[in-house]
């Protein structure tokens, strides 16, 4: 069964750094997205991504965030200088059309020091 | 505002019994209600959707939910959990927006802790 896939599973970073983490969305997929969750709280969009641009985001995406789909596979998320309140789980998924489910990878796991 | 409530912070039920996870949403038009699942650090598994159609949608793993429009409930139920159920279940809900591309809008999560 296809399914979206996410490097690294956890990230460790100081407060400051640049990070980006990786997506691989299914291959048929057109929209994807990025979540977070903080530690025991809900999950929070941040942002949309369809026809190689930004479709819609949250308050969270600010400045600090972006995303690229540098090739026809993979969809990132930078965030460009960390900071403590940054350490969630990002989760990355993808939907084929606007009326079916999104399908969500792993996680990768961020820890801002 | 679109949102989503999950009034229980946990759900204990023992194993054989009915379960019932409850979900209430707020949406101006028609809306696409979403139950996913997260097991111990692992992510969101989808389980069913309402789009359109029947009010009682039944997905993965022998789970059921059913729409009712006059209460905006979308609670999802099991007639007979298993132990390997307990998870972390999140109800969430896509409006309609147009030509925007509808993210989900998540509830906090009910634990639910299905006993022997």
Known sequence: ?113 | AQSVAQPEDQVNVAEGNPLTVKCTYSVSGNPYLFWYVQYPNRGLQFLLKYITGDNLVKGSYGFEAEFNKSQTSFHLKKPSALVSDSALYFCAVRGHYGGRQGNLIFGKGTKLSVKP
């Open chain 1, 1 to 113: 069964e296809p399914e979206v896939t996410q490097t690294p599973s956890h990230q460790v970073t100081q407060m400051g750094q640049e990070v980006i983490l990786r997506c691989v969305p299914i291959s048929n997929h057109l929209y994807f997205y990025w979540y977070r969750q903080i530690l025991g709280q809900k999950v929070e969009f941040l942002v949309s991504f369809y026809n190689n641009e930004i479709s819609e985001k949250s308050e969270i995406f600010d400045d600090q965030f972006s995303v690229e789909r540098p090739d026809g596979s993979n969809f990132t998320l930078k965030i460009r200088s960390t900071k403590l309140e940054d350490s969630a789980m990002y989760f990355c998924a993808s939907k084929q059309t606007g009326n079916t489910e999104a399908f969500f990878g792993q996680g990768t796991r961020l820890t801002v020091v």
